[in-house]
């Protein structure tokens, strides 16, 4: 659970990147953390660790990925966006 926080502060420093490379740069730090904290959500869960409600771990788990994919979008997105600019 601590490891998830870290994708919340690099956001924010993604938010404030000095040029669209730092930015794409930063939200891809995101990307890592994210899953970084899905495969422990997993293996905590898969381990039997954590004893709460499992509905509870399975939106959690299903969160996260979700979160996965708003960022593998947004830096698609990025992506080509810049690359449109960039050709004209």
Known sequence: MRSSGSPALNYGEARSA??????VHKMGICLKELRESYN????????????????KMDRILDENNQLISIF??????SKSKNSTTNNQ
């Open 72 to 77: 593998v979008s947004s830096i698609k997105t």
């Open 40 to 55: 422990c959500l997993k293996i905590i869960n898969k381990a039997n660790l954590y004893t709460g409600n499992q509905e």
């Open 18 to 23: 000095e040029s669209h490379k730092d930015f």
